[in-house]
Every structure is written in structure tokens, then in C-alpha cells.
């Protein structure tokens, strides 16, 4: 009966999740059709009239992007994950791989294409994609090298930071909802703007250390089951 209540709660939590992704996924599917689009350059800043690199790039960033968002949330389920090893395996090698291609086409805009707030905006996605990049890197390499606690860790990093965009639209929305866009302008030279750029992942890295640190040892039980 616990097992059936928690199995309830649990998909009941995912459903709500999605419901939230939702939006945002469906920005992202939009923002590929522009790019497809003939006269992409007049409808989004973010593309130009040559079909460059830069192009290339940001719709392979968004490509990957909006998949790894939308499938990142169904590697923490620990029921799947305990029930379906090959499952979590094969999901993993998915995600580490679209977590790299999204990282690596975000970085590669950056420089030639700058950000739309200016360089500290670029200097910080710039960092973010470098933090998601890293964590692509290292989820694979603790498992390889069967350092359980690591592989867990950089996961759950992995995780926060794959979430990080999203979480980006979600303090604007709720911010905008609760002060109607207080220091926030259009050119993003706001406060609110300002310190965004860092506050969709900083804080949030800093709290899964946290967590890590106080959960280490109990996790490494359940992680020597499915490595
Ligand atoms: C993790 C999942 C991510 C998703 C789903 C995602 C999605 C998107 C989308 C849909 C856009 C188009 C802008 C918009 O319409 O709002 C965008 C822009 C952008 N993304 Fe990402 N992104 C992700 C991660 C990252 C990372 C890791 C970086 C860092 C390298 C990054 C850097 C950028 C940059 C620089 C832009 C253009 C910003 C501008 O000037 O407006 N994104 N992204």
C-alpha cells in the first residue's frame, strides 16, 4: 500500500513537472521552426540572413536543448532506474550526449554572435555552458572509472545545470508575475537582469553540493545495485 501511495505521488509529481516544462518546450520546438523558416532573420534576432555557423549552431542548441529537458527528468526516477538498468544506461549515454552537443553549440555562438545583454550575459552562459559541458564529461568518466558516488554526484549536477534554462524562464516569469518586471529592462542591463545571469545555476550548483555532501554516504548502497 506505502509502495502503491508513493508510486501515485510520484507520477503525480512528474505530470505536474511536465506541466510546468510544457511552455518551455514548446518555445523551443517554435524556435526551430523559425530557424527553418525562409525569413528567420526577421523573426528572431538570433538568427542572421547567411545561413553561417552561427545559424548552424544556435538551432543544434536548441535542438538539443529542448530534447535533454524534456527527457533529463525521467533519469531520476529511481523506479526505472533500479527496474530497467539497460534503460538508464541507454538514456544516460543520450542525455550526456545531448547535454555536450547543447554546451558546445551554446559556447560556439557565444563568441560570434555575442548574447543579447551584453558581455557579461556571454561571459556568464559562457560559463554555464562550460558547467554543462564538464558535467557531460564527468557522468560517463565515474562511471568508467565505477566511482559510484561520483557518477551520482555529477549526475545530479548534470541534472540542475540540464534544467538551468528552464529555471532561467521560471524566476523571469514568477518575478514578472510578482513585481511586474521590477529591474528588469528590455536590453536585460537591469538588477534583476544582472544578477539572473548567474542565478539560474550558481545557487543551485551551490545547493546540490550541499546535498551531496549530506547524502553521500547513504546513496552509495542503492548506486553499488545498479552499476
Ligand atoms: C539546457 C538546455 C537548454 C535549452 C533548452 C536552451 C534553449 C534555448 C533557446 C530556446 C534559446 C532561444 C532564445 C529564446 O527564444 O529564448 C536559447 C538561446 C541561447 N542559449 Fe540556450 N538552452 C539551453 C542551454 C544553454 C547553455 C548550456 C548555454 C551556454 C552555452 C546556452 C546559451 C544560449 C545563448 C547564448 C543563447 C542566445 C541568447 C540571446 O542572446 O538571446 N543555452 N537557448
Redesign the pocket.
Known sequence: MRNLTSRVATGLVLIVFYLTLLP?LM??LG?IGVGLSEDAARQ???FSDRQDVGNAA?ML??FA??L??ALVPLQLLQGLRLRFIGFHRMLGRLLVTL?LI??LA??T??PL?????GPL??AA??L??LC?FTAGLMVPRMALIRDRAGHWAWGLRLFW??????LY?VHYTLWYLLTGGVGSEPDFSGPFDLAQNFAFFVPYLLAVQMWIISKRSAHQGVLAKIL
Not at 545545470?161 to 528552464?166: I, K, P, Q, R, V
Open positions: 518551455f518555445h523551443g524556435m528572431s534576432y538570433l544556435m542548441h536548441i536543448g529542448t535533454l529537458v547535454a547543447t554546451g551554446g559556447m555562438y557565444i554572435r555575442g548574447t543579447i545583454g550575459m556571454s552562459f559562457f554555464y555552458g554543462l545545470l540540464a534544467l538551468g534554462s528552464w524562464r
